[in-house]
Structure formats: C-alpha cells, structure tokens
C-alpha cells in the first residue's frame, strides 16, 4: 500500500502486507508471514454489541445499582436510627418542658394571689391600678417603660387623655400620673401646664407597639423623657401598700418570674428538638424510599439481564479431532494448503463484485 493510501476492510494474505509511510487502515490485516507498518494508522472496526454483551453489560449494570442500594439502605438505617434517638430525646425534653411550665404557673397563681390580696387593701383607684401594672410587671419578670413629658389641658384628666391620644394607645395599656401642675398665662389663665407619666409594661405593650407609641408622641410634637424602671423599685413607693404584704409580693414574684424564664427556655429547646426529630424523620423517609426505589431498578436491570442472556446462541461444537502421522511435513503441508485456498477463494469474491 502506497505512501497515504487509505484502506477499509480486512486483508487475508498468505505471504506479507506492507503499508508505507502514511497509510491508513480501518479494518484488520490477515498474514501469513510478516506485516510491515511504516508510520501507519490501523484502526480496529467496531462492531455491534452482541446479546452477550448486552447481557453482560445490564448485569453489571444491576451489580453496580446494588451496591448504591446497599450503600443507600446502610445511610437510611444510619438516619433512622439518628431520627428515633432525636425523638426520644425531644419526648424527653417534652415531659421536662411541661414540669417546669407546671411549676411556674403555680408560682405564678400563689404570686397573683399576694397581688390581689395587697390591692384588695387599696382603696384609691389611680394608684390601685398602678399598683398592678407594676405588679403583673414584675409577676412576668419585665421592666416598665416610663414616658415623661408636659400637656398643657383643663384638667389631669384631660391630660392624662391628651397623653394616650398622642401615643396612639388606649388608657387601659398605661397607668398615668400627674408630677405637678403649672398655669398656662397663654390660654388665657384657663388651662395648665400638667408633667405628665405614663407606666407602660412591656407584659401589655410589646417592643414594636411601644416603638410605634413614642414615634407617634414625636409626631405630634410632644418632646418626652423615657426610661426603663424596675417594677418593684416603683411598686414599693406607692403610698398606703401594706409593708408585710409588699415583701411577701417581691418574693413570690421574683420566682414566679424566675420559673416563667426557665419554662420559656424549656419550651424553647423541646420545640427544637422536636423540629429537629421531625426533619430527621423526613430526612430517614426520604432515605429509604430512595433505597427502595434503587433496589427497583437492580432488579428490573437484573430481569433485562436475563432476557438478554436467553438470547445468547448457544457456543459451537468443537471441532473433530484430527490424527496427523508426520505433524513436521504434512501437518505443515496441509496447513499451508488451506491457507492457499482461503486466499485463492477471496480473491475470486473479489473479482466477482468487480
């Protein structure tokens, strides 16, 4: 074959083939003696795949699929089990939760019993109502905001209003005192100048509403002071609460307010816990049915793989045994003869389909 031939298709030759510099060959090259490649590209033809390699290829495709079954079964087994110790743990945390917000409803019923008896005692009603918003305060264990500015009104009591107007809350939020009282000389004698206080507890009023509260009061351009105050600091300079009972008061709401921060802390970890069993329940569901669903498909890969395997032909019969005498000269003679007439045969093919 010439420098740069290009051959397709298979040689079958009883003395030699030599390809120059170049050449190419898509096919297979047949010789009894000697092949010579110079610089040559000898590709081998691909073929169709066989039942037997279909039947090979699914079977190890359904081995492969189950040991990733195998694999996904052992991690859903392994999840499962981290899922049930999650939810004992959360049934734990559950039962501990419920003990402790037991315990603080009772402290805080014996402490609300105390309040109610020292305001049964009390007989002015502004300061009977100050009185329990600081108490129901310090009961919950929050502090009070206190908002301080002057309105100028007919009266405390239209002062008080004016103050509540501009908050934008409703007077029963709020305990509102009066610090003193001055004319105003610009409305005619007629009005007065009030220091105004309200008490607002964070138990009534929460963060946001009471942001919301004095952003309104600033709107309406009322310049205030506010402060945090402690509920039982300003609880105990009410005027006409009996001392006995103020002390058993601090005591009972101090571990009513104790026990509602451990409860709360409590219900805080068993509803993570209890989220985290439930994720990991999912997460093991979800496991195993992916498990479940490879083991599938290994055995529909399996029933492939023996469909195709029935489609195998059977291997051929051997060949009959042959007694050669003189293997040396015969033996060799003959060889070479088949060899010459399979040569000769497909020289004739050729010639034909030219």
């Known amino acids: 074959f010439g420098a740069g031939s290009r051959f397709q298709g298979n040689i079958l030759s009883a003395t030699s083939a030599a390809f120059l510099t170049g050449s190419t060959i ?4 047949l010789v009894q003696t000697a092949v010579t490649l110079q610089m040559t ?5 691909s073929s169709p795949p066989t039942a037997n390699d279909v039947a090979t290829q699914l079977m190890d495709a359904a081995s492969a699929k189950k040991k990733e079954a195998d694999i996904k079964r052992k991690e859903a087994t392994d999840k499962r089990a981290a899922a049930n110790q999650k939810k004992e743990e959360a049934i734990v945390e559950r039962a501990a939760a419920d003990m402790k917000k037991k315990d603080s409803d009772a402290k805080t019923a ?10 049964g005692e009390m007989t002015d009603v502004k300061k009977k109502k100050k009185a329990q918003l600081l108490a129901d305060a310090a009961i919950a264990g929050v502090n009070v905001t206190k908002v301080k500015a002057s309105f100028t009104a007919a009266n405390e009591t239209a002062a008080c209003d004016d103050a509540y107007l501009k908050l934008g809350l409703i007077s029963t939020l709020g305990a509102c ?8 000389r610009r409305h005619l004698l007629a009005d007065t100048a009030y220091l105004v206080e309200i008490l607002l507890s964070s138990a009534e009023v929460n963060q946001s509403a009471m942001v919301a509260a004095l952003t309104s009061l600033s709107a309406a351009g009322v310049t205030a ?3 945090e105050e402690d509920a039982l600091v300003l609880l105990s300079t009410i005027p006409g609460i009996d001392n006995a009972l103020l002390t058993t008061l601090k005591f009972d709401a101090t571990a009513a307010a104790a026990a509602t921060a451990i409860a709360a802390a409590a219900e805080a970890s068993a509803v993570a816990t209890e989220t985290a069993a439930a994720n990991l329940e999912i997460d093991a569901a979800a496991t195993e049915k992916a498990a479940v669903d490879l083991a599938t498909e290994a055995t529909a890969l399996d029933n492939e793989a023996a469909v195709a395997a ?22 060799a003679g003959s060889l070479r003869a088949v060899f ?15």
């Open 310 to 331: 029935r489609l195998v032909p059977p291997p051929p019969p051997p060949f009959p045994a042959v007694v050669v005498d003189d293997f040396e000269d015969s033996g």
């Open 225 to 227: 002071e506010t402060t």
């Open 110 to 119: 014996k402490a609300q019993e105390t309040r109610d008896t020292m305001l």
């Open 177 to 184: 005192d009066i610090s003193n009282a001055s004319p105003d």
């Open 340 to 354: 010459s007439t399979m040569v000769v045969a497909v020289v004739a093919a050729a010639l034909l389909l030219t």
């Open 26 to 29: 898509d096919g297979r090259v």
């Open 41 to 45: 590209t000898v590709t081998n033809p």
